[in-house]
């Protein structure tokens, strides 16, 4: 019975009494394995996959999320790492999501959040955008996180300073004499200046007005201690300096020149010292400033217009004629014409000489001063001339 085999499908053929049965290949069934067994009737794919019948098996074709044979394995979304800048990936059914870290959105957390769209930054400072914050860049003169503080409001600046603003900052320009951040430093308080000195303010700083015979930053140095005049000298104090006052034939700034020596008195004069400088004591015979002028001096006679020279010590005169006068007789003659006197006044001869006699108003050896103009007198009193002299004639209520 089982020639020709009957069994389909690889079947064997099974000799039986009076029959024969066939033992089917897997995948079949039937009595002679004519029936290919459906695998796909026990669903065997999971989560919506879609069963494939095979020979003896079955595929499955996997849902979007999903992976396996039987589609039991939920693939993981996160495992390529999608959220960006530090956010936290959680798994879904073919899908994923992110949570962001603090500053950043977005599905996969790749956008900065501009903390800066809602313009925080006050005063006219400037945002600048961070990761999750922001800083704000001020203007002179503000401060603070959002540039909240004016730094010039209320001024801190003391003793009338003007503030004036700055980057962060604030500085303060401070009146002549105060100085310190606020301008709280006084220079001048209590005084630097030594030995009587006056503290006078500058911009930013202070100088003395020194007393005579002081100088220095303060007044410390005083000039004549010890007294820098020599050979006797007293010291002087001056505006911010010293004179020497100096003993006679001494000269210089200090008195150091002594005028006598060497002498400069010749042909055997002597020296003899003078306030601020000397004079020549000549010995017969010489005159001059140095004693340089020679002996006989009336050979020939220095004296004109018929004068006769009269030695001294040391020197001459002359006797002159009438009519003339002067060391040398030569102011001339007849010394009335013309008349010398003005004014008015009257020329009185004199012995080699003249004088005048001025009328009332008028002095001076020629009459040429008005003694009335200018009047005078003061307060509205009137200049009346007297002979040689004034006198003034008050309004009521002056004297003098």
């Known amino acids: 019975l089982c020639l020709p ?3 389909e499908n690889g079947g064997s053929c099974v000799p039986q009494p009076g029959d024969y049965s066939c033992s089917c290949e897997d995948g079949y069934s039937g009595s002679i394995c004519e029936i290919d067994i459906n695998n796909c009737d026990t669903n065997p794919c999971l989560n919506g996959g879609t069963c494939t019948d095979g020979v003896n098996s ?6 979007a ?3 396996g044979d039987i589609c039991g394995t939920d693939i993981d979304n996160c495992d390529t790492n999608p959220c960006l800048n530090g956010g936290t990936c959680t798994d879904g059914v073919n899908s994923f999501t992110c949570a962001c870290a603090a500053g950043y959105t977005g599905d996969t957390c790749s956008t900065d959040i501009d903390e800066c769209a809602s313009n925080p930054c006050t005063h006219g400072g ?11 860049n001020c203007a002179d003169g503000f401060n603070g996180d ?3 503080n004016d730094l010039c409001s209320p001024s801190p600046c003391e003793n009338g300073g ?4 700055q980057p962060g900052d604030y500085s303060c320009s401070c009146v002549d004499g105060f100085v310190g951040y606020n301008c709280t430093i006084d220079l001048c308080s209590p005084s630097p200046c030594e030995n009587g000195g006056i503290c006078v303010p500058q911009p930013g700083d202070y100088s003395c007005l020194c007393v005579d015979g002081f100088i220095g930053y303060n007044c410390t140095i005083e000039l004549c201690s010890p007294s820098p005049c020599e050979n006797g000298g007293t010291c002087v104090p001056q505006p911010g300096d010293y004179s020497c006052l100096c003993v006679d034939g001494f000269i210089g700034y200090n008195c150091t020149i002594d005028l006598c020596s060497p002498s400069p008195c010749e042909n055997g004069g002597t020296c003899v010292p003078q306030p601020g400088d000397y004079s020549c004591s000549c010995v017969d015979g010489f005159v001059g400033y140095n004693c340089t002028i020679g002996r006989y001096l009336c050979l020939p006679s220095p004296c ?7 030695p001294q010590p040391g020197d001459y005169s002359c006797s002159c004629v009438d009519g003339f006068v ?14 010398p006197c003005e004014n008015g006044g009257t020329c009185v001869p004199q012995p080699g000489d003249y004088s005048c006699s001025c009328v009332d108003g008028f002095v001076g050896d020629n009459c040429t001063i008005e003694i009335c103009s200018p009047s005078p007198c003061e307060n509205g009193g009137t200049c009346v001339q007297q002979p040689g002299d004034y006198s003034c004639s008050c309004v009521d209520g002056f004297v003098g």
């Open 146 to 148: 959002i540039c909240q």
């Open 58 to 63: 079955f595929t499955c074709a996997c849902a």
């Open 65 to 67: 999320g999903y992976s």
């Open 326 to 339: 002067g060391y040398n007789c030569t102011v001339g003659r007849y010394l009335c014409l013309p008349n």
């Open 126 to 136: 400037t945002c600048i955008d961070g990761v999750n914050q922001f800083t704000c």
């Open 5 to 7: 085999n009957l069994c």
């Open 162 to 165: 003007t503030c004036v603003p």
């Open 304 to 310: 004109e217009n018929g004068g006769t020279c009269v």
